[in-house]
């Protein structure tokens, strides 16, 4: 099993390749399809669910920076999924998809103060 393969993420101000990359290139050259077991698999987010004890999915909001991996993956397991921009978050990231955040943060200040 490989853990969540991201396209990208952040380095300093700048973006970096990946492990998502090189996990592509050697499911190709292995002939095979790797396990994944992070952020964005459902079993990943239902896993998490899980821990807390009886809580539907529908009620925990996941957040985070990454608006496929993060967000999409999250709404896809039943959660819902907000976007904070900050991070990897680039100008517009909200709009790249038919799935929509359910939720776009400025900061992580505003986020706990929207679900305080």
Known sequence: PTCHPPRYYKRGSELALGTGAFVAGLEFSGDCQAEVVGKPSKTFF????????????GEVLMVGDDVRD????????????????????REGDENKFDVRPDFVFNSLLEMAQYVV
């Open 46 to 57: 239902d896993l998490a669910v899980a821990r807390y004890g009886g809580v539907p999915a």
């Open 70 to 89: 993060d967000v999409i993956g999250a709404q896809q397991a039943g959660l819902q999924g907000g976007l904070v921009r900050t991070g990897k978050y």
